[in-house]
């Protein structure tokens, strides 16, 4: 069974960090590429950051460019999402996701590219 599963998140204050880690079972990395989403309370679902299968790509939502940072360890199967200087407004269930591509410098932030889901973790940034 292919699977994603996050880690990481929890409650942390303005200005505070978090690393998200989302790692694979039943399947390798490799020639994945991946995608991080986040779905506030009362919002849509939209795309914060993605990586190529290659590690050489990525790409950021502005709200996140500046603060976060992908990555992936491919001999660990697994991506991380690096949060820095959090805000209120990124609070919420963050999803990674995976899209079979082969070897691959395209990352892309379309949810609809993507058709293995993880659960979620939820993220929470209050005083």
């Known amino acids: 069974q292919l699977q994603l599963v996050e880690s990481g998140g929890g409650l942390v204050q303005p200005g505070g960090s978090l690393r998200l880690s989302c790692a694979a079972s039943g399947f390798t990395l490799d020639y994945y590429g991946i995608g991080w989403f986040r779905q506030a309370p009362g919002k849509e679902r939209e795309g914060v950051s993605c990586i190529s299968s290659s590690g050489g790509s990525t790409n950021y939502a502005d709200s996140v460019k500046g603060r976060f940072t992908i990555s992936r360890d491919n001999a660990k199967n697994t991506v991380y999402l690096q949060m820095n200087s959090l805000k209120p407004e990124d609070t919420a269930i963050y999803y990674c996701?995976?899209?079979?591509?082969?070897?691959?410098?395209?990352?892309?932030?379309?949810?609809?590219?993507?058709?293995?889901w993880g659960q979620g973790t939820q993220v929470t940034v209050s005083s």
């Open positions: 996701a995976a899209r079979e591509v082969g070897f691959s410098t395209i990352a892309t932030m379309s949810e609809y590219e993507y058709d293995i």
